[in-house]
Antibody, heavy 117, light 111 residues
């Protein structure tokens, strides 16, 4: 079945970076965008950006420009999202999601990132 | 990018119908038929319920339907069931940076 499996929870200090992975299976990885979405505790969904796994081309939300980097490794059907210069307000659950048309039809289980000194 | 506007909460009794609105601008909701709706239960990942304004993915109940008029999209749930109680989010393509924008979310309570 189509699924996205994300890496485990992370605890980081302010100013550090975090890199979250998202391994795809059950479909042709290079055929569909991978989106990244952030959800702070008790808050709504926030689109961070997306990557085209075929070309490696990216589009980032303006809010995260300069601080986020999305990459992929097609040999292992895995996408990555790295967020730098972490602050306490970056504590959140980060989701990857498979693009379908202009929706996101399959979601990873989420990765909790806690930023604390 | 400004978030799309959704009511914070809606409620209904089992068997009733409810509608959740999602208001944007001509740069997003009004300009493209690229509105999606997601259901999220507490502690779970979101689930796609509607894509491209009114299309249901395979496996989603036909009690869920979507529509759009001008800059406002709507999600209607008919025959409310207890399991429908969740948070619902709309999203749209936006020509602002050619990205995606989400609504703030609506908490549905089934009374």
């Amino acid at each position: 079945q189509v699924q996205l499996v994300q890496s485990g929870a992370e605890v980081k200090k302010p100013g550090a970076s975090v890199k979250v992975s998202c391994k795809a299976s059950g479909y042709t990885f290079i055929g569909y965008y991978i989106h990244w979405v952030r959800q702070a505790p008790g808050q709504g969904l926030e689109w961070m950006g997306r990557i085209n796994p075929n070309s490696g081309g990216t589009k980032y939300a303006q809010k995260f420009q300069g601080r986020v980097t999305m990459t992929r490794d097609t040999s292992i059907s895995t996408a990555y999202m790295e967020l730098s210069r972490l602050g306490s307000d970056d504590s959140a659950v980060f989701y990857c999601a498979k693009g379908q048309g202009n929706g996101m039809d399959v979601w990873g289980q989420g990765t909790t990132v806690t930023v604390s000194s | 990018q400004s978030a799309l506007t959704q009511p914070a909460s809606v409620s209904g009794s089992p068997g009733q119908s409810i509608t959740i609105s999602c208001t944007g601008t001509s740069s997003d909701v009004g300009g493209y038929n690229y509105v999606s709706w997601y259901q999220q239960h507490p502690g779970k990942a979101p689930k796609l319920m509607i894509y491209e304004v009114s299309n249901r993915p395979s496996g989603v109940s036909n009690r869920f339907s979507g529509s759009k008029s001008g800059n406002t999209a709507s999600l209607t749930i008919s025959g409310l069931q207890a399991e429908d109680e969740a948070d619902y989010y709309c999203s749209s393509y936006t020509n602002n940076n050619a990205g995606v924008v989400f609504g703030g979310g609506t908490k549905l309570t089934v009374l």
